[in-house]
């Protein structure tokens, strides 16, 4: 396809037939030569972007689940998405359709309605880049007895930490679709294959609703920099201290094992998927989360110092600030 933006046929047949406007908020979304959408019932918004040398379709699943989850810990349903989407100059019209139909088909499943966006082509990228903003409202699950609260205001100290999914799976399955070969030769299929499937479970949106009717104080979605730096991330926000301890986090053992074949460290994965809550009683909260399919584990406990704690055993270690995603060594 040539530089700039796609031409109006391309747009017609690889764009715009996959984008469904049947909600009643919309007075005007995506069509050609609307440069944006008008509707009403939206408080919020999120934006996240896909920049990795990875697949289109991979790629694209990173940004959505990105800004959706962004806007689930805050407590808030995504309904609109809007997509920004870069392809190189070498890039084949059927790339795009490929990206369309999968973002027509995610957006079926969640029940969320793509609204516009811009497509263009730029001789300046070598891959495909992917941005994806989701706007959104107050979700209906929140528990009518959890007390509005302020960030930072010390009400959180005592209260435990708790991890919804397996850190690093993320990443992992990143690594297992980007380089299912080289891994193949090295392991077992059956465990290529299950890190492959980590890419079914990237929603945080079902460990949200039941967190928010478990009354639980704050959330925080785990993305680039994995547990590590959602923990740190977090614990500036609220100015706490924290004791985590590392064997609770948990961990399939797939993760484990591609993160020592490509010398990772995955508490510094990749995690989308995974959510990060504090609550009063985590062990309730766990216990709910697990009893409707979501894997949980009560990790840590909020505490009033500044210092941030991992203990592995009998060894104690502080905490770093957030270093660059462990993925950015290999895509």
Known sequence: MKPGKISENVLKRSVLKYINQDKK?????????????LFSLCDCASTAVCSLSVKEKEA??????????????GGKKASYLIFNITLPEKAREIRLQEIMEEAARICEEEQIQIIGGHTEISSHVE?????????????????ENAPERVPGSGDLIGCDVVVSGYIGADGASLLAVQKEEELAERFPLWLVN????????LSVVPAAKIAMSQGVQVMHDIREGGIFGALWEMAQRES???????????????????????????YELL??????????????????LCENGVEAAVIGTVTGSNDRIIENGEEIRYMDLPKPDQIRKLL
């Open 194 to 201: 299950e890190a492959k499937n980590f890419r079914k479970e």
């Open 25 to 37: 908020e919309i007075a005007r979304g995506a069509a050609m030569g609307n440069d944006c959408a």
């Open 271 to 288: 995690s989308e998927g995974c959510l990060l809550m504090v609550a009063k009683d985590g062990e309730t909260l766990a216990d709910a």
């Open 127 to 143: 891959h495909a880049v992917i941005s994806v903003t989701a706007l959104g409202k107050v979700q209906e699950d929140k528990c």
């Open 240 to 266: 706490v201290g924290l004791t985590v301890q590392l064997k609770q986090i948990p961990m399939k053992q797939s993760v484990v094992e591609i993160c020592n074949y490509y010398d990772l460290n995955p």
């Open 60 to 73: 694209l699943k990173h940004a959505v689940f990105g800004a959706v989850n962004n806007l689930a810990a």
